[in-house]
Structures are given as C-alpha cells and as structure tokens.
C-alpha cells in the first residue's frame, strides 16, 4: 500500500502557485496524495482533495468546521506525513493533528514569514508570536524559507522537533531565463511595446502590504528625465482601482500599464529592463526570485525576503517603503544606464542558483526521508539521488 501524505493551506490556489512540482514528485516516488484547502480547484498530482470551510481570518466560526473536517480526515487516513502551509491552515491542522501524531503521524509545518519579525508592529509580535511558539510543541519539523525567520526560531527555542532552512519554494530557472535580443524584440512586439521603452514589471496582489502606490508615485518623480519608462503592473485586488486613480492624478496614467491576472509571467519578465516591487513585509518572494533568474536587476523595498535576496548596489537597490524619493532617485540611476542594469542583471542571475527548484526539491526530499516509515527507511538514499 502506497504511503500517504496531506498537505493543508487555507486556499486551494496556494499549491496551484507555489507546490504542484512537489507533488507531482511526491507520486513518482510512490506517495498518494491528498489536499485539503478551501475552494473547488481542480489539481494535477493529486489523488484526493478535500474542500475545507476553512477561512483566512482565523476568528470566523467556520474554522471551527474546518478543525473538526480535518480531525475526521486524518483519522479515515492514516498519513505519514501531514504538511501545512499558510498561517490559519498551520493553526486548525497542528491543532488537528494531535491524536494522529500520536498514532505516528508526522507534521511538517512551512512558514512562509512568520508575522512576528523585525520591525513588525507590536501587536503582531503579541498576537502571532505565542501562537507560533505554542504550536511548535505540536510540529515534528518547521520549515523556515528565510535566513531571519530561521535565526529567530532557533533564537527563541521553538520547540519543534527538527527547525529546517530550506531556500523558499524554488525557482524554475528552466523556465524563467534571460533571452537574447531577437527573442526580447520578438516578445515587446507582441506584447505591443517599442524597443526603446524601460520597462519595469511587478507582479502582486493589489493590496496594503504589497504597496504598489510606492512605484507610481516613484515613477512620477522621474516622469521628466526618462519619459520613455513604462510601469507593468500585474494583478488584481481590492487597491488597484486606487492605484489607477493615483496614476490620473500625478498625470502618468499613460506610462503605468495594468495588466490584470497574468499567466504569462515567464514572457513579461524577459521582455522587461527592471524587476521592481514595494511591499512591507515578504517571506522570500517568488516573484523576485523569477525577475532575478530572468537576469533582471531590481528595487525593491527593504524587508526580510527583499534583503535576503538583493544585495544593495551589487543586484539591485534596497530602500525603505517610506522614502518614494530616494526610491525613484536608485530607479533613475537604472533608467538611465544599460550597463549598470547588464551587470546588475548577471550578479541576479549569480545569486538565484541556490533558491533553484532543483536544490529545493533536493531539500525537501531529504527532509520527508527523515520521517518515512521503517520499511522505507533503507530507500532514503534515493529520494536524493532522483535529482542528482
């Protein structure tokens, strides 16, 4: 009979982002899989989906079903291994899992930035910080994706059974590459952009915390001296009809492109000149890691993901969310010079190696052998040796 493994996040569309290479390994290697997410998704790799009424405020009544949902799921299934992700899909499956634990389940717990971090607020670090502290008796390995998150967990004697850096969810660097200048020419003319324009591409949520109101208002301070400059902006949210009303106001509604809801992302990147993004807070995010495989530089805020990723003048620039002028000041300095944004672009592509999907998978795969039955205990070699 084949092992099984759950995996757990508050939406289905979290494994369609980030983990569906992860499973499709995990069924190669004889694993049956089974997801259990809010939402009616349809997803490869996967043998059985559960739809939880799992909701992202972790005061809705409805998580008390969820909790209850979960409890009865482990309980028909007999996993292995249970892996949870997203903050309240962490919560309600730890809480779950008790009895299952103890039945020789094992629980992996991903942080993907914890909320309590340097330079959060107070009240996250009252609110998120006991919790997570608390839960880590109930973890049997907490995968940190960043260098502070780990250091913290460590620092602060978090109590799970194992704490693992892995290097974020991994990067397609197959997918996501530079081209060559036919290729890029090939890619703006179908895209309808001119060869002369300085393309800069972000692509977030419209939201608080992705703060793309930071980029228009950078690029309306340099609107003058680089005129040809163009701000793609992918996605939608509940800000983006504040961010278009801001773009009239400061007279650049010409200049900033919103793209909507985009699968397209590995075609936008290449054909761009400068990987930007303006969040407050970020675990490692995908998106910069992509911009820096496609050999792009980047300015980006300063938070934990953003600095563990650029090094300030060498990739790219590193500024605070709260100074928009030295922000557009660092975004000239690239506008105006193609061999500052090449070799900014090659010290990306450099650094990106080690947060590739190959090294990622090679991690987690160690870490699952760590909790594998006996009987497969003797194979965990070759969960290694299946990417080498």
């Known amino acids: 009979m084949s092992p099984k493994i759950l995996f757990v996040a508050t939406v289905d569309y979290h494994f369609k982002a980030f983990h569906l290479p992860y499973l499709e390994w995990l069924q190669q290697q004889g694993w049956e899989v089974h997801v259990a997410a809010k939402g009616n998704m349809e997803l490869p790799y996967v043998d059985r989906k559960y739809d939880l009424p799992i909701e992202r405020s972790p005061f809705r009544k409805e998580n008390i079903n969820a909790y209850r949902e979960l409890k009865s799921i482990m309980d028909s299934n007999k996993y292995e291994i249970v892996h949870c992700h997203t903050p309240v899909g962490g919560v309600l499956t730890r809480l779950a899992a008790r009895k299952a634990r103890k039945q020789g389940t094992k629980?992996?717990?991903?942080?993907?930035?914890?909320?309590f971090c340097k330079g959060a607020p107070l009240i996250n670090w009252v609110t998120y910080y006991p919790i997570e502290r608390l839960l880590s008796h109930l973890t049997d390995c907490l995968i940190t994706i960043n260098e502070e998150d780990y250091q913290l967990a460590v620092k602060h004697k978090f109590n799970a059974g194992r704490i693992e850096h892995v290097h974020g969810i991994g990067v397609d660097t197959e997918r996501f590459t530079t081209v060559g200048k036919t290729r890029k020419h090939e890619l703006r003319l179908k895209a309808g952009y001119k060869q002369d324009q300085i393309l800069m591409f972000y692509a977030a949520e419209f939201n608080k915390n992705k703060n793309q109101q930071l980029l228009i208002r950078a690029l309306a301070k340099i609107k003058d001296e680089v005129p040809q400059a163009r701000l793609l902006l992918a996605g939608e949210?509940?800000?983006?009809?504040?961010?278009i009303e801001l773009a009239n106001q400061l007279g650049i509604s010409g200049m900033v492109d919103f793209l909507g809801y985009r699968n397209d992302i590995d075609e936008l990147l290449p054909l761009s000149d400068i990987a930007v993004a303006s969040s407050l807070r970020e675990g490692l995010p995908?998106?910069?890691l992509e911009a820096m495989s496609c050999e792009l530089p980047v300015v980006a805020t300063m938070n934990r993901g953003h600095s563990e990723l650029i090094r300030d003048m060498e990739n790219g620039f590193v500024v605070s969310h709260k100074d928009y002028h030295l922000y557009a000041t660092q975004l000239l300095k690239l506008c105006l010079s193609t061999s500052l944004r090449k070799n900014m672009g090659i010290a990306s592509a450099n650094m990106v190696n080690k947060y590739s999907l190959f090294e990622v998978k090679i991690k987690l795969g160690e870490i699952y052998?760590?909790?594998?039955?006996?009987?497969?205990?003797?194979?965990?070699?070759?969960?290694?040796s299946a990417y080498i």
């Open 237 to 243: 949210g509940h800000l983006k009809a504040d961010c």
């Open 107 to 115: 629980v992996i717990y991903t942080a993907h930035g914890f909320h």
């Open 286 to 288: 995908v998106n910069i």
């Open 369 to 384: 052998s760590q909790y594998m039955s006996g009987e497969r205990d003797e194979s965990k070699s070759e969960y290694r």
